[in-house]
């Protein structure tokens, strides 16, 4: 696609429920990266895949979270028994090997009531 | 990875040149200055990045003194479009072919009329 693709773009969803958040990156980025930024703050680095694999998972905050990737292509977060301090906004962003640039989707606003 | 230290926030008014200072006293041999513009409710994206001396396209100048230890970021003649939250990154982008994209809480700015 033209650009990294997230869905859904808002989710609201009830405090101990499972979520699926995805990211399509552009196509033929080896490289994708979630991030997790809590209203007003910083991005906070989650994990980031090389082809299908993740070398780095050291950012997830729980054991609640995981994410894979396959085809080197979509990846898929799930936040399992959800808490309201996983309410944030979850951004995706892709890269091309050997690439500077990092392109990021328009993230997914989570709210867990 | 370098950390890296930069101003909570700044102010300016439009039509001013705005230089935000970023501190990477760590940083290694390999390692390139990426700076990253993020506007309310949308990724950041890729401004400028460079590895020594200066740099400069439509959008902004990134100098860089002989030591690597600091780098500032000069943005020319702001208007109120340029109030977004400022991100330096510092980092091998050869590493692996992939490195971590680890971001501060960045510099806030905010272009008054």
């Known amino acids: 696609g033209a650009g990294v693709s997230q869905s859904p773009s808002n989710k609201v969803t009830e405090k101990g429920k499972d979520v699926e958040l995805r990211c399509d990156p552009i196509?033929?980025?080896?490289?994708l990266y979630w991030y997790r930024q809590r209203l007003g703050q910083g991005l906070e680095f989650l994990i980031y895949?090389?082809?299908?694999?993740?070398?780095?998972k050291s950012g997830l905050p729980s054991d609640r979270f995981s994410a894979e990737r396959t085809g080197e292509s979509v990846s898929t977060l799930t936040i399992q028994r959800t808490q309201q301090e996983d309410s944030a906004v979850y951004l995706c962003?892709?890269?091309?090997?050997?690439?500077?640039?990092?392109?990021f989707g328009q993230g997914t606003r989570l709210t867990v009531v | 990875l370098a950390k890296t230290t930069q101003p909570i926030s700044m102010d300016s008014y439009e039509g001013q040149e705005v230089n935000i200072t970023c501190s990477h006293n760590?940083?290694?041999?390999?390692?390139?200055i990426t700076w990253y513009q993020q506007f309310p409710s949308q990724g950041p994206r890729f401004i400028i990045q460079?590895?020594?001396t200066k740099v400069t396209n439509e959008v902004a100048s990134l100098f860089i003194p002989a030591d690597r230890k600091s780098s500032t970021l000069s943005l020319p003649r702001v208007s109120l479009s340029d109030t977004a939250v400022y991100y330096c990154?510092?980092?091998?982008?050869?590493?692996?072919?992939?490195?971590?994209?680890?971001f501060g809480a960045g510099t806030r700015l905010a272009v008054h009329p």
């Open positions: 962003a892709s890269r091309g090997q050997g690439y500077t640039e990092a392109f």
């Open positions: 196509s033929g980025h080896t490289a």
């Open positions: 895949f090389q082809g299908n694999s993740a070398p780095d």
């Open positions: 760590n940083i290694a041999t390999n390692d390139y």
């Open positions: 460079g590895y020594k």
């Open positions: 990154l510092v980092g091998d982008k050869f590493s692996g072919g992939y490195n971590k994209l680890i």
